[in-house]
């Protein structure tokens, strides 16, 4: 996908997604995740994360494409998307380690990005302090 076919995917999605910003508890305070997300997937799939429960009302129209794109690309099926928007620098996402039981013993987890370039950032897990993180950079197409 181009540039301006990425622009206008961009656009649609802003403003057909079911963007909401729910609130986590940390240490016993609520407080709005730090960016907008939409979860999407097939039909009355349910999938629960951040204290939340989620169940699929079906793919919208608008993230088909990307949907076949990363199959192609992957040669997996995927089931749901967790769509998140970032509105400026300060919106961000936290380290996670996608091992919710509903995604199985070892998930496939694909990344697309649209819009400003961000670092999708790797954290090896374990003890020691000598880890390397790697970063990727994802950019708009």
Known sequence: MGPPQ???LLATLSQTLDWQQPKVTVYGRQHPVPRLT??????????RY???THTAAGWPTALLPIKTAV???TGKTFNSVLANLY?????????HSDNEPEL?????????NLGACRE????PKGPGSQRQCLSVPLHHD
């Open 120 to 123: 999708l950032t790797f954290r």
């Open 38 to 47: 939409a979860w999407h997937g097939n039909a009355g799939l349910r999938y």
């Open 87 to 95: 509105r400026n620098g300060d919106d961000c996402m936290g380290y």
């Open 104 to 112: 199985g013993h070892t998930p496939w987890v694909a990344s697309y």
């Open 50 to 52: 951040s204290g939340h």
């Open 6 to 8: 990425a622009d206008r």
């Open 71 to 73: 199959e192609q690309v």
